[in-house]
C-alpha cells in the first residue's frame, strides 16, 4: 500500500484535476491514487498515516454536498463518518480552490472545515500558506498566524500561477511527509 493517501471532494471536477496533478508527481509506492470522498469507505481513509485532502468552496463558504447543490455527495456527507475515528499520529496537508474576485467574502472557506475537523480529532496538519498575492475581503481560512490553513488556489482568476504555487508548496510539506523532491 502507499505511504499517502490522496483524497478530495469536488462539484465541477477542478479539484480532482489538482489531486490527479499532485499524484503524477509520486509513484505508487508514494502515494495511492486520488479518490473521491464519495467513494471511499472510514475504513480506507483511516488506513493512511499521511493524508492530503482537497475540497472547493461552494455558495455561501460551504464544503461541497447536497446542501450546497452539489451533483453529488461528498466532503458533507462524508465527514460524519469520521466523527468516531481518531487522527493522533496522522499527518494532513490540505488544499482548497476557490474564486476570490466572484466569492471575495468566503474565499477558500471550505479549508477551515476541514482543518477544524481533523485537528480536533488529533491530526497534525501542516502546509499553511501565505495569503500574499491574493485579493480577496475575508476568509474563514485564515488562521492564527495570518496564513490559510492549506494551500489555496483559484483557477478562475489566478490559474497562471497554480502549478508554481502547487509545486512550492508540496517542496513544503515534502519534510512533514517524507517525501522524496
Keep these: 500500500m502507499a505511504r499517502i493517501g490522496l483524497f478530495f471532494g469536488t462539484n465541477t471536477g477542478n479539484t480532482r484535476k489538482i489531486a490527479k496533478q499532485i499524484k503524477k508527481r509520486f509513484d505508487d509506492d508514494t502515494m495511492a491514487d486520488p479518490l473521491n470522498v464519495n467513494r471511499v ?39 460524519p463518518k469520521l466523527e468516531d475515528i481518531s487522527f493522533d499520529g496522522k499527518t494532513i496537508a490540505l488544499y482548497g480552490l476557490g474564486d476570490q474576485v466572484g466569492y471575495s467574502n468566503e474565499f477558500v472557506d471550505a479549508l477551515s472545515f476541514l482543518y477544524d475537523f481533523f485537528s480536533d480529532r488529533g491530526a497534525k496538519i501542516v502546509g499553511s500558506w501565505p495569503t500574499d498575492g491574493y485579493d480577496f475581503t475575508t476568509s474563514q481560512a485564515v488562521g492564527e498566524d495570518g496564513k490559510f490553513v492549506g494551500l489555496a488556489l483559484d483557477l478562475d482568476n489566478q490559474s497562471d500561477l497554480t502549478e508554481e504555487r502547487l509545486s512550492t508548496w ?12
Excluded: H, N, R, V
Design 170 to 181: 508540496l517542496k513544503q510539506i515534502a519534510p512533514d511527509f517524507q517525501l522524496p523532491l
Design 41 to 79: 469507505t472510514p475504513e480506507d481513509f483511516a488506513a493512511y498515516d499521511f493524508l492530503i485532502l482537497g475540497t472547493p468552496t461552494l455558495g455561501e463558504g460551504q464544503l461541497p454536498g447536497l446542501s450546497s447543490e452539489a451533483e453529488a455527495e461528498s466532503w458533507e456527507e462524508f465527514l
